[in-house]
């Protein structure tokens, strides 16, 4: 079993940054591929956002958020950073963090997650 515990939320003004943290519970954080996920207000799918390979290596962003956004990992804390840049209003979402199923890479939909964080709101005003 493990747990995510994922901090760092907030409100912040457009061209703001943030930085959200994610800590695992478990031994097998070291050998777990990461995401994170958003969900933006009621009514949109939640989608997904960035994703680190176990060494943190190897990365993988959406489109939205490639150049903003960067994930990161420090497998001695058990710990799933990323570091949002430049941010928009339409970065306004829940973020979650995720461990990820070891299918084909880049593993990015709902359905490879294996567990989930509570996530951690991020309001960006304009």
């Known amino acids: 079993q493990v747990q995510l515990v994922e901090s760092g939320g907030g409100l912040v003004q457009a061209g703001g940054s943030l930085r959200l943290s994610c800590e695992a519970s478990?031994?097998?954080?070291?050998?777990?591929?990461m995401g994170w996920f958003r969900q933006p207000p009621p009514g949109k799918e939640r989608e997904f956002v960035a994703l680190i390979n176990t060494n943190g290596e190897v990365t993988h962003y959406a489109e939205a958020v490639k150049g903003r956004f960067t994930i990161s990992r420090d497998n001695a804390k058990k710990t799933v950073y990323l570091q949002m840049n430049s941010l928009k209003p339409e970065d306004t979402a829940v973020y979650y963090c995720?461990?990820?199923?070891?299918?084909?890479?880049?593993?990015?939909?709902?359905?490879?997650?294996?567990?989930w964080g509570q996530g951690t709101q991020v309001t960006v005003s304009s």
């Open positions: 478990g031994r097998t954080f070291g050998n777990s591929r």
């Open positions: 995720a461990v990820m199923q070891r299918t084909a890479w880049p593993p990015q939909s709902i359905s490879e997650v294996s567990y």
